[in-house]
């Protein structure tokens, strides 16, 4: 099982629109809702963004988006701020045997 | 509200085996969620280690299987990893994290704040 494949980095001005993409195939983010989204900031454990495809946990800022098309999944990030500076990867649940698969990463910066 | 901790040996000798411990606070494991073990080497990005439930049940990720043991101890309310045979390249954070489902496919919704763990002799 290969990991999902991300761009390996996304940048934007402050206030813009950023959408980072995930893609996979039919056994994992094609086939399954089971697409979730982690931020991750130098030195810091990840914290889930999005599950479920499109859902946000509480506390989670209505700025962040998740949404699916096929095999390809992708967050959007809007009004861009200086806190958005981070790592984020993707994962999705997959019926290959190894269950969970974490996408390469993505690292945003904000010019 | 639900707090993981990781603790572990730090310094591991190649071949040997790592014993890694996940405490969890504010919830008890023995009432239901899958719980997980996740590894990010330095400068490189997350691998899914293996899951587990509080019955026992267990998936791990093939690449690891032959060398891993995920368990629980529902007394403590702490669940474990065992990686054998480790060399240079099991050197990463270790993260123990929570599903946010009764189920192994949901997201990890809470995690520990990691632990590294290097080999090296």
């Known amino acids: 099982q290969s990991a999902l494949t991300q761009p390996a980095s996304v940048s934007g001005s402050p206030g813009q629109s950023i959408t980072i993409s995930c893609t996979g195939t039919s056994s994992d983010v094609g086939g399954y809702n089971y697409v979730s989204w982690y931020q991750q900031h130098p030195g810091k454990a990840p914290k889930l963004m999005i599950y479920d495809v499109s859902n946000r946990p509480s506390g989670v800022s209505n700025r962040f988006s998740g949404s699916k098309s096929g095999n390809t999944a992708s967050l959007t990030i809007s009004g861009l701020q200086a806190e958005d500076e981070a790592d984020y990867y993707c994962?999705?649940?997959?019926?290959?045997?190894?269950?969970?698969?974490f996408g390469t990463g993505t690292k945003v910066t904000v010019l | 509200q639900v707090q993981l901790q990781e603790s572990g040996p730090g310094l591991v000798k190649p071949s040997e085996t790592v014993s890694l411990t996940c405490a969890v606070s504010?919830?008890?494991?023995?009432?239901?969620?899958?719980w997980g073990w996740i590894r990010q080497p330095p400068g490189k990005g997350l691998e899914w280690i293996g899951s587990m439930y509080h019955s026992g049940r267990t998936y791990y990720n093939p690449s690891l299987k032959s060398r891993v043991t995920i368990s629980v101890d529902t007394s403590k309310n702490q669940f474990s990893l065992k990686l054998s045979s480790v060399t240079a390249a099991d050197t990463a954070v270790y993260y123990c994290?929570?599903?946010?489902?009764?189920?192994?496919?949901?997201?990890?919704?809470?995690w520990g704040q990691g632990t590294m763990v290097t080999v090296s002799s």
């Open positions: 994290a929570k599903h946010r489902t009764h189920h192994s496919a949901g997201a990890f919704d809470i």
């Open positions: 994962s999705s649940y997959t019926s290959s045997s190894t269950v969970h698969v």
């Open positions: 504010g919830y008890s494991i023995s009432s239901g969620y899958y």
